[in-house]
C-alpha cells in the first residue's frame, strides 16, 4: 500500500503561515513591527540541483535578515530525504517527488511536512564537442547506452545492436563510450530513469523486476554536478547529465544533445522546458517540516520569502525556468 503524501499548494501553504503567526509564530519579532529582531537558524539539505537556488535566496535572505544562520548542502536528493526524515534539517531540496519509502520513514518517524513546487528544470545530456557524431538521441537510444542492459558497453557503437533492439536509432560512432552521470543518492539520477522510460523499456524486455528502476553500474557517477561537467569535459567522447543550469554554465566545455521523444529532436531551452516539449523535462520542490515552521519564526519567515515573486525568480536567477 502506498503512502499519502502530504502536498501542499502555494496558497496552502500561505494560509498554514497565516496561522502559525495568528498562533503568535510570526517572524516580526522587532517592537516597530519590523523583521530586524529576527534570530534563529534554518538547516537546508538534498538536491545538489536545487541547492543553488536555496543558496542564492539565502544570501538574498541573509541581507534582510542578517541575525538568521541558513547552512545549505547539497548531497543529494535521496540523502537528504534521509537526514528531513530523522528530523535533522527543516528543509529538503528535492529534484524528484519524494519516494512512497521516504514517506513511509517520514510518517513512522512523525515528521510532518509539505511539498513546494519551486521550479522547472530539463536534465540536460552532453557530450564533448568534439562528438561530432552524435547530436540528437532518442529515449531508446538512452536506454541502450546507460540502461541496465548495457552494462560492459565500451564503445558507443557496442549500443548500435541493442539500440535497434528498442527501437532506437543507434547508428553510433566506433569511439570509447565514456560516461559521467549522477549516481543513486541523487534525483537526477532517478528522474532520469523516470524520463526516459527505462522501466517500461526494461519491463517489456523480460529484465528481472529489480533491474526496472536501475541504470548500468559501470559508469563514473558523482553527487557533484561540477565533477559530472569535468568528466563531460575531459573525455572527446564523453556521455553524461546534469541539470540545465550546470550545463548552461559550463557553457563550451560540453555539447547539450538534442532528445527525441517522439515528436522530433528538441534542445533544452528555457521555452522548451517552459512549455513542455523539452521530453527531459521535470519540476524542482522543497520539502518543509511543517512542525519546526511553527516553533522557530526563522524557518517561516525563510520558507514565506521563498514562495514570493522574489523567491520564484531565483530560479531563474540560478539557471533554471520559473513556473
Known sequence: ????????????????????????GSGDTGGDGGATGLTGTVVVSGSSTVQPISSLLAEQFA??????????????????????????????????????????????AGINYVELKIGLDGITVMTNPANTAVECLTKADLYALVGPESQGFTSWSDADALAAEVGGTGNFPDAPLDITGPGEESGTYDAFIDLV????????????????????????SSADDNVIIQGIEGSNSSLGWVGFA??????????????????GCVAPESSTILDGTY????????????????????????????????????????GYVEI
Open 1 to 24: 500500500m502506498s503512502i499519502r503524501r502530504k502536498y501542499a499548494t502555494v496558497a496552502a501553504f500561505a494560509a498554514m503561515t497565516m496561522l502559525v503567526a495568528a498562533c503568535g
Open 63 to 108: 541581507g534582510l535578515y542578517p541575525d538568521v544562520q541558513i547552512s545549505v548542502d547539497g548531497p543529494g536528493t535521496g540523502d537528504g530525504f534521509a537526514l528531513f526524515c530523522n528530523g535533522e534539517t527543516d528543509i529538503n531540496d528535492a529534484s524528484r517527488p519524494i519516494k512512497d519509502e521516504e514517506a513511509a520513514a517520514c510518517e513512522a
Open 279 to 318: 521530453p527531459l523535462s521535470r519540476s524542482l520542490y522543497i520539502y518543509v517540516n511543517t512542525d519546526k515552521v511553527a516553533a522557530n519564526p526563522a524557518l517561516k519567515a525563510f520558507v514565506d520569502y521563498y514562495m514570493t515573486a522574489d523567491g520564484f525568480a531565483a530560479a531563474t536567477e540560478a
Open 197 to 220: 522510460g527505462v522501466k517500461s523499456i526494461a519491463e517489456a524486455q523480460g529484465l528481472p523486476e529489480e533491474e526496472w528502476a536501475t541504470l548500468r553500474p559501470d559508469y563514473q
Open 246 to 263: 550546470f550545463a548552461q554554465g559550463a557553457g563550451s566545455g560540453v555539447k547539450e544533445l538534442q532528445i527525441d521523444g517522439g515528436s
